[in-house]
């Protein structure tokens, strides 16, 4: 496995990221377990949880899982802070956010559902206009300074934002973001409009969550008839109706399919291979639910996307557009991405 440098740092991560939004939910422990150990078994050596995951149950999964294989400090191992953890308490307005306060609380309760005494990556899980940056970024300076984070990092983060923080940190003599974890796959390629070069630029590491469009880059979801179990439905009624009943979504995904089959390989395998090797990626972010899930995205690895099928992917999603309002279409038309 080739490994790749993580943004301005001396760190290497390997080329998929292990996403463990699934951990504590739609995974049981067991099978997350085994989804940890083959992983690791596979050279995966950067593992991205969130401390929402499962309203902390992610992170204990993960952290007790690398307790018992003892391949702890192997791992490059990121978590994030700003979601709610408390969300049926309407007593406290201070829950989710990314002042001083959410962030400490957050990364001391993080460790110890991780077992451990240090954070890889601690990033910030959303923008957040209405607190300031830079107390954003002292909060989480003195966590690098004390030992319990070694690098910080944000995610869903718009290009002027991440700019916004590296002055901040540059004029503050603050520890600087060193990577952004944004949306981004064939259907939606709107970061490469901004947030791509400024990353290149700047020396980001780009993380992306989300290369198989929630599932929907695996070919499962159908134009009519009833829909499988997945993110946008469960299997009963649509989550998110908007979107699968878009018809240029659906065109979208049958040309791509077409590639893919002329490639000998299956959609999902196809859609991460791109997402991987585009310009400016460090390691998109895999979020199996099932060990059968994990070894079809291990075996994108072997893929190699040609030029001449990037022209062909261009002329089917041309770059920096988005055929279809995903997270908007799920969480609503406010959501900010």
């Known amino acids: ?72 400090h192997h791992i490059v191992l990121a978590t994030k802070v700003h979601g709610n953890m408390r969300p049926d308490d309407h007593l406290d307005p ?54 319990k984070v070694r690098y910080i990092g944000c995610s869903t983060f718009a290009a002027w934002q991440v700019i916004e923080s590296l002055w901040a940190s540059k004029e503050l003599g603050l520890n600087r973001f060193v990577t952004e974890q944004p949306p981004y796959n064939l259907l939606d390629r ?8 400024a990353a290149v630029t700047y020396g980001f590491g780009i993380i992306p969550w989300s290369p198989l469009a929630g599932g929907f880059l695996t070919g499962k979801y159908v134009r009519k008839g009833e829909q499988p179990e997945g993110r946008f439905s469960d299997g009963k009624r649509k989550r998110a109706a908007s979107l699968l009943e878009n018809t240029r979504a659906f065109d979208a995904v049958d040309a791509l399919q077409k590639l893919a089959t002329e490639k000998g390989v299956p959609l999902s395998q196809f859609a991460l291979a791109w997402t991987a090797q585009q310009p400016g990626i460090t390691s998109p972010i895999i979020g199996p639910r099932t060990l059968e899930q994990l070894e079809d995205h291990l075996k994108s690895l072997e893929v190699t996307i040609t030029d001449e099928e990037r022209t062909r992917i261009d002329a089917i999603v041309p770059p920096g557009e988005m055929v279809a309002p995903f997270y908007q279409a799920e969480f609503g038309p406010n959501a900010r991405w």
């Open 1 to 72: 496995m080739s490994f790749r440098i993580l943004g301005r740092t001396g760190i290497r991560v390997s080329p998929l990221t292990l996403g463990t939004m699934n951990f504590g939910g739609r995974a049981t422990p067991e099978e997350s377990v085994r989804i940890v150990d083959r992983a690791i078994d596979a050279n995966i050596n950067f593992i991205d949880t969130a401390n929402v995951y499962g309203r902390g149950r992610s992170e204990e999964i993960v952290g007790g899982a690398l307790k018992n294989n003892g391949h702890r």
């Open 190 to 197: 709107r970061i490469e409009r901004e947030l791509i070069p």
């Open 94 to 147: 201070n829950q989710h956010s990314n002042s001083r306060r959410q962030i400490i609380e957050g990364c001391e309760a993080s460790l110890r559902r991780l077992q451990t005494d240090y954070i890889d990556l601690y990033q910030i899980h959303r923008p957040e206009p209405t607190n300031p940056i830079d107390e954003t970024l002292r909060a989480l300076d003195d966590l690098v300074r004390s030992g």
